[in-house]
């Protein structure tokens, strides 16, 4: 488990990572599924049918979809 100091200008009414995702995505989605938000990648690693469990953050180059 880490920790890191993000800020994104989306703003989840949670305030977990899990609730940012399953905001995006209106519930909580499959591992894999991944979407940008403010220049970094959100990927979902693990997840249940209720929570998502581990993300894998990356930062994206200008211009990736």
Do not use: Q, Y
Not at 6 to 34: D, N
Not at 50 to 64: D, F, T
């Amino acid at each position: 488990k880490h920790r890191m100091a993000l800020t994104f200008a989306a703003r989840a009414e949670g305030e977990t990572i899990g609730g940012l995702v399953a905001e995006h995505f209106g519930s909580v989605p499959r591992p894999g599924e991944s979407f940008l938000c403010d220049g970094w990648r959100i990927t979902v690693r693990r997840a249940t049918r209720k929570r998502v469990r581990e993300v894998l953050i990356e930062p994206v180059e200008e211009g990736a979809k």
